[in-house]
């Protein structure tokens, strides 16, 4: 069983998870914490994503293929493709829990006095947390699943600190006005995509200065510009004032952005 004084955290990031699903599906789900939890089975994948502070910090979820599938299905369902394959799905599970991580570090950001950012993330085989939260998530009309929770070199954040600060963050409901006012000044990477291209290895290593990669762009098309690994707009480009720039054209939806998983 995990320290009780990392209930705090994991609150933060049951209220993260549900923001991110609801936001997803246009549903809130339900996650509650059992009173006695039980240890993941073998069959749990687990995935964890890295955080820049404190050095060695990771937020692992752990969940059954079936779990997973059925969270990343519902929200391709609510984007109106319910015709995704397992591929799909998973990818879209992914993603629901980058964007939980990813708001989860920026609410523990408050406890250092600057921006915690999630960096890279990856899928762990043969590996688990040696101890982890299990909660109890169901979507409306679903029967509750078990996933599992852990942190990994977040001791620094389970001082009485981050209880006082779980209060502030937390203390509204999702329901009523969210304390979206604390997050107005976090800074976000932004990032503009030219194209893609793939190229065979033999291919990579002929590159040399003065190589040319053909992108799968053409030049009329609007390039992507991405947030959290997330496209959420088109634009063209521009110059101003000597710098490139980008003018948005296009505010990616909701359903969009869902198509471009996978």
Known sequence: MPQQHERALVDIWIRCLREAVEALTGEPPEITVPAHSGAPAEAVRWWRQRLDHPEGAWIWVG???????????????????????????????????????????????????????????????????????????????????????????????????VEEATLVVTGTSSSGGQPIDLLLDVELPVSVSFGRTQLPLKEVLKLTSGSIVELNRPVAEPVEVIVNNCVIARGEVVVVEGNYGVRITEIVSRQQRLRTLG
């Open 63 to 161: 969940a059954p293929e079936a779990t997973a599938a059925s969270l990343g299905g519902r929200v391709l369902q609510a984007a109106g493709l319910a015709d995704a394959d397992a591929g799909q799905a998973r990818g879209t599970y992914f993603e629901i829990l980058q964007q939980a991580t990813s708001a989860t570090a920026v609410a523990l950001g408050g406890r250092f006095g600057r921006e915690l950012r999630a960096l890279e993330s990856e899928e762990v085989s043969g590996q688990a947390p040696p101890e982890s939260w299990e909660l109890r998530l169901a979507l409306p009309g679903e029967e509750p699943s078990s996933l599992w929770v852990a942190f990994e070199g977040l001791g620094e954040l389970v001082s009485p600190p």
